[in-house]
C-alpha cells in the first residue's frame, strides 16, 4: 500500500508505503530533486539495508530514521512501513522547538537503530492506523490532522532514541542541544568549513569546550564528527557519480587534489580512485 498527500499551495509531499514491494531511494540519480526525510520501521524479521552503497543488518522491530540526502534499497521492502516527508510539509528545523529532532535522529553523520518494546509497537501501530484513516479522508482538516500526526510519530521515535542512545535524563539537557546544534552546522557547513573553530565560534564556544562536551556525552570528537562527514560525502560522490577525484576535492572544499587523495587514504586505506574501483569491481 502507498498513500500519497500533496499541499498546492506549499509543495508538501507526504508518503506512507505500508507493505511494498518496491520502495527505495537513489539520491544522486531518479530521486535527487525530492529531498524527503525518511522514517522506516521493520516489522518482519532482521534483514539487510544498503545504505550509500554499505549493506547494513537492519533488525526486526526497529525504527531507522534516514536523511533526504541517502540512498538506501531493502532487502525485503514488504515487511517494511515507512514515512516520507519533504520540508514544504513540515519543517523540522523551523519547528525544532516542538520536535527537538534536528542534529539527533537527522544529520548526525551516522545512523541509528531504535529499539521498540512491546509497549512502543502498540503505540507506532495506532498511529499508523491514524495515517491510513487520515490520508484515506480528504477534507479541509485533513493536511493539519496528518501534520499533527507526523509531529506526534517524530516526538515518540525521538524519546525512544533519548531513552536508549543517552537514558541519563540529567543528560538530556542544554548542553545536549548544544551537541545537536554543531551537528546540525557540520550538516550544512562541512563543504567548506573544515576546522572546529569555525563551528565553535559559530555557537559562541571555545574548540575544548566544544571537545569536552563530546567527551562528557561520550561521543566521537568533533573534528572527527567533521571529518567523517566528509569522508562520507566524497564516498557517495565516487560510489554515485561519475565526478573526477579532483572536481570532488574542490566541491569539498579541498584546494590540493594531493591533499584529499592522502587525507582520504588516511581514513578508507584506499585512494579515490581505488575505493570507486573496489566498488565498481564487486
Known sequence: MKLFLTDPNSGGHLYLFNQEQHFDR?????DQNNKYF??????????????????????????LPLMFNQSFIFERS????????NREFYCIIDH?????????LF?????????LTEASQQKLSLL??????????????QNDMLVMLLKRLIITVT????????????????????????????????HNEHSVHFYARQLNKSPK?????????????????????????????????????????????FEDPAYFCNFFKKHTSYSPIGFRNKDNNN
Open 26 to 30: 537513489h539520491f544522486y540519480s531518479k
Open 38 to 63: 525518511t522514517i522506516v520501521w521493520n516489522r518482519g524479521d532482521e534483514q539487510t539495508v544498503t545504505i550509500d552503497g554499505e549493506e547494513v543488518n537492519f533488525p526486526s522491530q526497529r525504527i
Open 78 to 85: 514488504s515487511d517494511l512501513v515507512a514515512w516520507q516527508f
Open 96 to 104: 525544532d522547538s516542538e520536535v527537538s529532532c534536528v542534529g539527533f
Open 107 to 115: 544529520g548526525i553523520g551516522h545512523n541509528l537503530f531504535i529499539n
Open 128 to 141: 499508523l492506523h491514524m495515517f491510513i484513516s487520515e490520508m484515506n479522508t480528504a477534507d479541509h482538516v
Open 159 to 190: 524519546q525512544l532514541a533519548k531513552s536508549e542512545y543517552i537514558p541519563d535524563p540529567k543528560m538530556q539537557t542544554d548542553r545536549f542541544h548544544l551537541i545537536r546544534k554543531f551537528n546540525l552546522l557540520v550538516e550544512g557547513n562541512f
Open 209 to 253: 569546550t566544544l571537545s569536552n562536551l563530546f567527551a562528557l556525552f561520550q561521543q566521537k570528537s568533533p573534528i572527527q564528527i567533521i571529518q567523517e562527514r566528509i569522508i562520507i560525502e566524497a564516498k557517495r560522490l565516487l560510489y554515485y557519480t561519475d565526478k573526477s577525484a579532483k572536481e570532488i576535492t574542490y566541491e569539498l572544499g
